[in-house]
T-cell receptor
Framework: DTGVSQDPRHKITKRGQNVTFRCDPI?????LYWYRQTLGQGPEFLTY????????KSRLLSDRFSAERPKGSFSTLEIQRTEQGDSAMYLC???????????????FGPGTRLTVL | AQTVTQSQPEMSVQEAETVTLSCTYD???????LFWYKQPPSRQMILVIR??????QNATENRFSVNFQKAAKSFSLKISDSQLGDAAMYFC???????????????FGQGTILTVHP
């Protein structure tokens, strides 16, 4: 078990550029979550997948944001036409849910820090 | 809508002493979990402790314990014998009703920065 990994750890881009982040969850985990965290604040939910299905998207996720989890393993989060307000830490978390009630404890990756100039 | 409130932006404690971090939440559900996460500076979020709402017994993990008051919707974290490595931002989090369709997405409090003085 190598934990949740994210790549890249840091990304600096110019306004208007597109960026893509990758998350590799813990191997047996079927749920994968994306959160956004600004400095000094708690993370805010963006979207989540159960296997390859995207089950919910936050209102925070504008149409410039898209996420995929094509084979139910790793996930990508793409931001098109970046804006300075997109600067934040993007966190990925994964959990194991086996239907019914579960602890659904989420394990977080180290995050990708995005800076939009 | 579920909300989570941490009313202490900052707390400090002397090494080896005990500190309690407060958290209140709002929900209409009866079956749920609650979590405390720790985020050290520039490091990733780590689970500290988890409480199941239907269990009356407060959860304990080594030096960390909770005081869970379901009727009052209060979920405080007590850190005993504080260590320098406990210095971090602590977040209380609520994932919604266990088994519900939206279950799992965490709502976090604003966080409490804990400083540990040697």
């Amino acid at each position: 078990d190598t934990g949740v990994s994210q790549d890249p750890r840091h990304k600096i881009t110019k306004r208007g550029q597109n960026v893509t982040f990758r998350c590799d969850p813990i191997s047996e985990h079927n749920r994968l979550y994306w959160y956004r965290q600004t400095l000094g604040q708690g993370p805010e939910f963006l979207t989540y997948f159960q296997n390859e299905a995207q089950l919910e998207k936050s209102r925070l996720l504008s149409d410039r944001f898209s996420a995929e989890r094509p084979k139910g393993s790793f996930s990508t989060l793409e931001i098109q036409r970046t804006e300075q307000g997109d600067s934040a830490m993007y966190l990925c978390a994964s959990s194991l849910t086996s239907g019914g009630a579960s602890t659904d404890t989420q394990y977080f990756g180290p995050g990708t820090r995005l800076t939009v100039l | 809508a579920q909300t989570v409130t941490q009313s202490q932006p900052e707390m400090s404690v002397q090494e080896a002493e005990t500190v309690t971090l407060s958290c209140t939440y709002d929900t209409s559900e009866s079956d749920y979990y609650l979590f405390w996460y720790k985020q050290p500076p520039s490091r990733q979020m780590i689970l500290v402790i988890r409480q199941e709402a239907y269990k009356q017994q407060n959860a304990t993990e080594n030096r960390f314990s909770v005081n869970f008051q379901k009727a009052a919707k209060s979920f405080s974290l007590k850190i005993s014998d504080s260590q320098l490595g406990d210095a971090a931002m602590y977040f209380c989090a609520y994932p919604g009703n266990a088994g519900g369709t939206s279950y799992g997405k965490l709502t976090f409090g604003q966080g409490t920065i804990l400083t540990v003085h040697p």
